[in-house]
């Protein structure tokens, strides 16, 4: 074939979250993959840390702040964006966390869990994660006819796993969500697509897997224990995933599908 499957140069990428360490690996990748990139978040630090690795390593890319939660924020991102780079392809829903009042220590009284907690954390990962930059980037991509967006789900959205209960939770509505919206856009060009990544370290989760001697956690050597290649994720290896469901050439037949990225963690029952 003459052109590449996973050539994104003609594609403009949204990365929102992208200052995080795994939608910042995202980014890399989409980079990589010659797509103009909007690394999008809420620390101009981390945003213009990622930017400057990307052009170094031969890149096109901007930072964007825009707060997730907010939509007129997203708006004005939107056309900033497209204003430097041009009309958006591509979004990568990777914004999200977790609240340590919304986690479960062991024998606790799930009955008692705060419920502003829990709204917390499915505004940050349904709310401000998923719906809101769905409709705001969503609505170009419809009016253009084209575009791909990939939602950044979880392994706990599939198997809700002890203690993160209302991140499960969110993140399996994240799951639904997506599989909502590619069913009633897929007939207007948009595909809309998950992955869900197993265990990935992570500053969020660090201190989940490991002790402060950088040894293995009781509940990360269990994780390990159940994973078949032995080991956690590391953030580049979702960028494969990522660029596949970006591409229209390689995956636009792909549409309301949860691409886990596991390590084999899932095909372990026992």
């Not at 609240?99 to 479960?104: D, H, I, K, S, Y």
């Not at 505004?123 to 401000?128: E, I, K, Q, T, Y």
């Not at 599939?158 to 007939?187: C, D, G, H």
């Not at 009781?218 to 953030?235: C, D, K, L």
């Amino acid at each position: 074939m003459g052109t590449s499957l996973f050539d994104l140069s003609k594609e403009v990428a949204v990365v929102l979250g992208g200052t995080g360490g795994l939608g910042g690996a995202m980014a890399d990748a989409l980079a990589a993959a010659g797509a103009k990139v909007a690394v999008v978040g809420r620390s101009a630090e981390r945003g213009a840390a990622r930017v400057a690795a990307i052009e170094q390593a031969g890149g096109k890319a901007i930072f964007q702040a825009a707060d997730a939660l907010e939509k007129k924020s997203l708006v004005d991102a939107r056309e900033e964006i497209t204003k430097q780079l041009g009309t958006i392809s591509i979004l990568v829903n990777a914004a999200g966390g977790n609240r340590p009042e919304a986690t479960l220590p062991p024998g606790s009284d799930f009955c008692k869990l705060p419920l502003d907690a829990w709204r917390d954390v499915f505004d940050l990962n349904l709310v401000g994660g998923v719906l809101l930059p769905s409709q705001v980037f969503g609505e170009t991509m419809l009016a253009a006819g084209q575009g791909s967006i990939v939602n950044i789900a979880s392994m706990s959205g599939m198997i809700p796993l002890s203690r993160v209960v209302a991140y499960s939770a969110a993140k399996a509505a994240v799951i639904n969500l997506t599989q909502f919206l590619a069913r009633e856009w897929a007939t207007r060009g948009v595909r809309v697509n998950a992955i869900s990544p197993g265990f990935f370290p992570a500053e969020q989760n660090r201190g989940l897997l490991y002790n402060d001697d950088g040894s293995l956690s009781a509940r990360g050597a269990q994780i390990i224990g159940h994973t078949p290649m032995a080991r956690f994720g590391e953030a580049h290896e979702l960028g494969g995933a990522v660029c596949w469901l970006a591409s229209q050439a390689a995956a636009g037949f792909v549409t309301g599908q949860n691409i886990v990225v596991d390590g084999g963690f899932s095909s372990v029952t026992i």
